[in-house]
């Protein structure tokens, strides 16, 4: 009996990125077809243990422009939609999702923020970091304290602080005088 790998997803309007989490895997066999159907093999581990998915996608796609890249940890597919337009989930299947799918929140990006979100690989080009108050000198974060709160707690600590220091005096040891 072959188990599922855990596989991660994410979408812009013209694409889907589907990652196969299986460190190691062999003979992987990917089948993808026009009407949407995702079919992924493999084996894995020391005992070659085998996987197996089988997807219907939402809608259909485009598989000559669909891609695929492997490493020693995953099978990353590139999955060209056949319309560019935002799915509303991965599988055509309601209700409840596979449970080994889950949404690739590092590729995620929202249909409404597709064209504002920087590319991972963004030039910071001459953009000067020194002029960020990171952690440095003064800050403003006492937003929340009302106006006209004149710390007056902070002004008797330090009274404190600068006074000079008070002799100890011995307690009494006269009866009846109390400490």
Known sequence: MSRHPTIKWAQRSDKLFITVELPDAKNVKLK??????????????ADNVPYEVDLDLFDKINVDESKSSTTSRSIVYLVKKAEDKWWSRLVKQEGLR???????????????????KPEPDMDFGDMDFS???????????????????DD????????????????????STEPGVKA
């Open 32 to 45: 993808l077809e026009p009407e949407g159907k995702f079919l992924f093999s493999a084996t894995a581990g």
């Open 98 to 116: 596979p449970v080994f799918l889950k949404v690739d929140w590092d590729k995620w990006v929202d249909e409404d923020e597709e064209d504002s």
């Open 131 to 149: 002029k960020l108050n990171m952690g440095e000198g003064p800050s403003n974060f006492d937003v929340d304290v009302p106006e006209g709160d």
């Open 152 to 171: 007056s707690d902070t002004e008797e600590i330090e009274e404190e602080e600068n006074s000079e220091p008070k002799a100890a005096v011995p307690p």
